[in-house]
């Protein structure tokens, strides 16, 4: 039986410690939970196993024999494979090229094609991945890459698979199918840890869970069957005060009611969109919280995409904030007030190479400069760490470039820049994708706050839950057309799927 067995790990970075005592123990034949706040040391954790990262301390065994990996290829040919939290694909490859990166089968010098393919068919199709291999990987949607970077993995046949929050670019159908396929590989014997912030899917699925907290384990391998809910987050949280934007802060980051726009509505009359939307009419106000749910492809990631002025529409109108009618750009609809929080934040959330701060600020700059004044630099800063403190961003500074973040402080990152712009619209997407389970109910209190305080509140969620907990009123799509309106207290998750599956609700 093979075993990973990794002790007392430590890893500083510039005086900060990532991970100061970690232990963590997987046997094979078992699905293993690895779960912690944002910031917890979770993904460094498995980048010191997978040889992404050397450590400063601490040891990692396999099979009783000491491991030490330089990099992830000798981790894979050692049998270990990694999933790893941001997505480790090259865009200008094809689907093909990217599952087989460094390790192209060869028939004599040449490339096997054929032998490539035969091998990556089955796997692709076990997730469910309809995609021409010969396809670019920069063309494909979020979900589709985050299923090439698992197939990536599950085709190396790895004894010890980890995978590092896999399911939260995924809809509710892939991330089931994803969790079949972990059950049938833990029947082959291979050891599987699985870092997520659903929990509910992670319990479901989990036999041993290990909990960090502040880069050190305070639960190492307990049996699933031996812990409740209450207790796995009292671990995650561990004692402190003051957890959580209390009501009145989040009032107070939230802008106050603005004579700007009195007409504050989002309106679509007609819209049309080719391939992607017919006929839509609908409208939002503030005062409520507005979902549009659907299935991938069904285009209620679109009506965020008209509103923001990244999509343009072949007929209908366009109403924004104030009146104004629809211009092409995202700058234009940022200074008509008008927000995109993307739960895409390495793709169109934020300048990776920018200092936190400089991210914060981006947005505001520019919604400033619509009235033509100009803010000092300091006035930025201070304003940015404000939003650190109230949204408990786990980083070293405001100076600290974005891509050191952990990936949940990230996304928290994007909300608090378009915060800080003091949107008339805050249209989300996804918007605690990959946030633990504190972050969520600080950014959940926030949009509630958002939507009583004046500003127009539209959400599209993969998360069925967010939308049942968080909405007013939900807008089901369904191959581009409005199936279904549920309003509040009847929305609950077994008539939104429904709705969403079928375009209907009995
Ligand atoms: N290269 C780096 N330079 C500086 N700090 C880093 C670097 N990588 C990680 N960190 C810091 O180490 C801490 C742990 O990050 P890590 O990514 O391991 O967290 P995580 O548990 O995976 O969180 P999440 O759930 O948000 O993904 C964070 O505070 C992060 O900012
Ligand atoms: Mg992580």
Redesign the pocket.
């Known amino acids: 039986m093979s075993t990973l067995t990794i002790r007392g790990m430590g890893k500083s970075?510039?005086g900060?410690a990532?991970l100061r005592e970690a232990d963590l123990t997987v046997h094979s034949g078992s699905v293993h939970a690895l779960l912690?706040e944002?910031?917890?040391?979770?993904?460094?954790l498995i980048k010191v196993v997978s040889g992404a990262v050397a450590p400063d301390h601490g040891t990692i065994h396999l099979d009783g024999r000491p491991m030490a990996f330089s990099s992830t290829a000798q981790a894979a040919q050692h049998g270990v494979a990694v999933v790893s939290?941001e997505l480790n694909l090259f865009p200008d490859l094809d689907v093909l090229s990217n599952l087989y990166p460094m390790r192209e089968l060869k028939r004599g010098p040449f490339r096997d094609r054929p032998a490539m393919l035969a091998k990556a068919e089955p796997v692709l199709a076990q997730l469910g991945l309809d995609v021409d291999p010969r396809r670019l990987v920069g063309d494909l949607s979020l979900a589709q890459q985050q299923l090439v970077e698992i197939a990536k993995a599950l085709i190396t046949d790895p004894r010890v698979l980890i995978l590092d929050e896999p399911t939260s670019a995924l809809e509710q159908a892939s991330a089931s199918r994803l969790l079949d396929i972990l059950r049938v590989l833990r029947e082959r014997e291979v050891a599987v840890v699985f870092v997520s912030?659903i929990l509910e899917e992670v319990l479901t699925l989990c036999d041993e869970i290990t909990v960090?907290r502040d880069g050190r384990t305070v639960l190492d391998g307990v049996p699933r069957a031996d812990l409740d809910l209450p207790q796995i987050v009292a671990a995650m949280l561990g004692p402190r005060e003051g957890n959580g934007a209390k009501a009145d802060e989040v009032a107070e980051l939230v802008p106050p009611p603005s004579a700007a726009d009195p007409d504050r509505v989002l309106e679509l009359d007609g819209v049309e969109v080719p391939g992607r939307l017919h006929d839509i009419t609908l409208s939002a106000r503030p005062g409520e919280i507005v979902g549009i749910a659907g299935l991938f492809g069904s285009g209620h990631t679109t009506v965020l995409e008209v509103f923001a002025g990244l999509r343009r529409p072949s007929a209908g109108t366009v109403t924004l904030p104030g009146g104004r009618p629809w211009q092409n750009g995202l700058k234009r609809a940022i200074q008509a007030g008008v927000a995109l929080v993307s739960g895409d934040r390495r793709r169109i959330g934020l300048m990776l190479d920018k200092p936190l701060w400089e991210n914060v600020a981006q947005v505001r700059s520019v919604a400033l400069s619509r009235d033509g004044v100009l803010v000092h630099k300091n006035v930025l800063r201070r304003r940015a760490s404000e939003l650190v403190s109230r949204l408990h961003i786990?980083?070293a500074s405001v100076d600290i470039r974005c891509d050191?973040?952990?990936?949940?402080?990230q996304q928290k990152v994007v909300l608090a820049k378009w915060l800080a712009a003091q949107p008339s619209a805050l249209l989300l997407d996804d918007p605690t994708r990959?946030v633990?389970i504190g972050g969520k109910a600080e950014i959940h209190a926030l949009l509630r706050a958002a939507a009583r305080t004046d500003t127009i509140v539209l959400l599209c969620s993969t998360d069925l839950e967010e939308l049942t907990e968080l909405c007013d009123r939900v807008l089901v799509l369904h191959r581009g057309r409005l199936c279904a309106t549920l309003h509040r207290p009847d929305i609950d998750q077994h008539t939104l799927l429904q709705a969403m599956n079928t375009g209907a609700i009995d």
Request: hydrophobic share 30%.
């Open positions: 970075y510039g900060v990532a912690g944002n910031g917890a040391g979770k993904s460094t939290q912030h960090l786990r980083a050191l973040l952990s990936g949940g402080n990959g633990d």
